[in-house]
């Protein structure tokens, strides 16, 4: 059983590394067909190029192969005999040797790589608890470029939280690698508000009014691929939200480049 | 160099160097390892299994920003990354050339591992010396004669934003 969970764990962070999802790669061809800029146009089929190189070669499509982020969803009735962190713990570190993947983990301050991608808090694992019996293990590979330019503001409640979204997209797109996809955090408190942008990207692509308002708004601005301008600034975004306090305004973006990289293995 | 325009697509063949952030660094305290005159200087954190590149697209060219007028001092004449840098520095010295972010795979295809400098700070962080074929597509994004791409992006951006 433990073995399962490993194995699984190295599968799913190799066809997340090596391949895209295919609605994501659809939207790429779309954008890239819809495109008027010829640089923009010529970039967006670049990354087309690049990922069926990856596929067919089976090499990590981004040289940042990320930090290991994983969203496990476990059902409540389900018994272990092992602990379940370090097997997913274990499988990194394997992955990280056979895909394989850059050791990206150090320490915050000595900068000490640990040449796994494990290390105190990493992989970050987001547990949910579901009915039944069963577990579903997401890697969810994550690129510093796109997470370096996320934000958390904690807005005044008479601010407008779309203004700020779309001025933070403004300032920091071209170096995420647009173009990107933007999980939302609305309300809560200061790490809710973080959770929930990073839930959001777990849950793309919105399709809500609000969703592709703020869509349409951020592909207005003409950032474009690689911010040398474009009519494709994103693809698709997210918005999740929660309470927040009568005082306050919450709002949390976090960037993820054009290689939404994510695999899912179900292990019962 | 001089000839480059900003908006003209290129492809490098020869000799370019790695560095990032711990590279560079490294190069303020203690100095240069190798000759960088007349360079071009790869923004590149490689994945490479032994001296096979398997994944080498560009890192953020922002973060090395603070580094951009001292590796110029050391005669580099092209700087190649992602997301552009301040174009000031580059005014008669040097071009900044824009790699397709994220496109690893594509990039190690053009790309072989020569020599390798300051091994120790890693794999990620060491300056690899690669021999680049038709390294490319490379966008002059900023070139010597004062011309920013995206520059010119991010002050149409603003006008839009506020109309």
Redesign the interface.
């Known amino acids: 059983m433990r073995s399962k969970v490993v194995e699984a764990t190295v599968r799913a962070l190799r066809h997340a590394e090596t391949s895209l999802p295919e609605w994501v790669l659809q939207m790429i061809r779309d954008a890239s067909e819809q495109e008027t800029s010829p640089?923009a146009k010529?970039?967006l089929q670049?990354?087309l190029?690049?990922?069926r190189?990856?596929e067919a070669?089976g090499?990590?499509?981004?040289?940042?192969?990320g930090l290991p982020i994983f969203e496990v969803k476990m059902g409540r009735d389900l018994e272990l005999d092992f602990d379940l962190r370090m097997a997913i713990e274990d499988g990194v570190r394997i992955a990280t040797q056979e895909i394989?993947?850059?050791?990206?983990a150090v320490d915050p301050l000595t900068?000490q790589?640990s040449?796994n991608n494990t290390g105190p808090g990493m992989p970050d694992i987001i547990w949910e608890l579901v009915e039944g019996r069963g577990l579903c293990i997401t890697a969810f590979p994550k690129?510093?470029?796109s997470e370096?330019m996320s934000l958390v503001g904690m807005l005044n409640p008479a601010d407008d939280p779309f203004d700020f979204i779309?001025?933070t997209v403004?300032e920091r797109a071209?170096?995420a690698?647009p173009p990107l996809f933007l999980g939302i955090g609305l309300g809560g408190t200061f790490d809710l508000a973080a959770r929930l942008a990073k839930h959001a990207l777990f849950r793309l692509p919105g399709s809500s009014p609000m969703e592709m308002d703020l869509l349409k708004r951020i592909n207005?601005?003409?950032?474009?691929?690689?911010?040398?301008?474009g009519d494709t600034t994103a693809l698709g975004l997210k918005i999740e939200r929660a309470s927040c306090h009568t005082a306050s305004l919450p709002v949390a973006i976090n960037f993820q480049?054009?290689?939404h990289r994510y695999a899912s293995e179900v292990i019962f | 160099m001089q000839k480059l325009v900003a908006?003209d697509?290129v492809y490098l063949s020869g000799r370019i160097y790695t560095a990032r952030d711990?590279a560079h660094a490294l190069m303020r305290s203690k100095g240069c390892p190798l000759s960088l005159q007349g360079a071009a200087l790869y923004h590149?954190?490689?994945?490479i299994?032994k001296t096979r590149v398997?994944?080498?697209?560009p890192?953020?060219s922002?973060r090395m920003a603070r580094y951009t007028e001292e590796i110029l001092g050391l005669g580099v004449r092209a700087i190649i990354g992602?997301?552009?840098l301040p174009g000031e520095p580059f005014r008669g010295k040097a071009v900044y050339l824009?790699y397709?972010?994220?496109?690893?795979?594509?990039?190690?295809?053009q790309l072989k591992a020569r020599d390798v400098h300051l091994k120790e700070l890693?794999?990620?962080e060491s300056l690899w010396e690669f021999e680049a074929k038709a390294f490319g597509?490379l966008?002059v994004?900023i070139d010597s004669h004062g011309k920013d791409?995206?520059q010119?992006?991010?002050a149409?951006?603003?006008s839009?934003?506020r109309s």
């Not at chain 2, 398997?54 to 697209?57: I, V």
Request: proline content about 7%; some cysteine.
């Open positions: 640089l010529s970039h670049f990354i190029e690049n990922v190189i990856a070669r090499l990590p499509l981004c040289q940042d192969t394989p993947l850059r050791p990206n900068r790589n040449g690129g510093a470029g370096n779309l001025r403004a071209a170096n690698c207005s601005l003409g950032i474009g691929p690689m911010g040398l301008g480049c054009w290689a | 908006g697509v711990k590149c954190g490689p994945l299994h398997l994944s080498a697209g890192t953020t922002g992602k997301g552009g824009a397709p972010g994220g496109c690893g795979a594509a990039a190690a295809q890693g794999m990620a597509p966008i994004a791409l995206y010119d992006v991010r149409s951006v603003q839009r934003l």
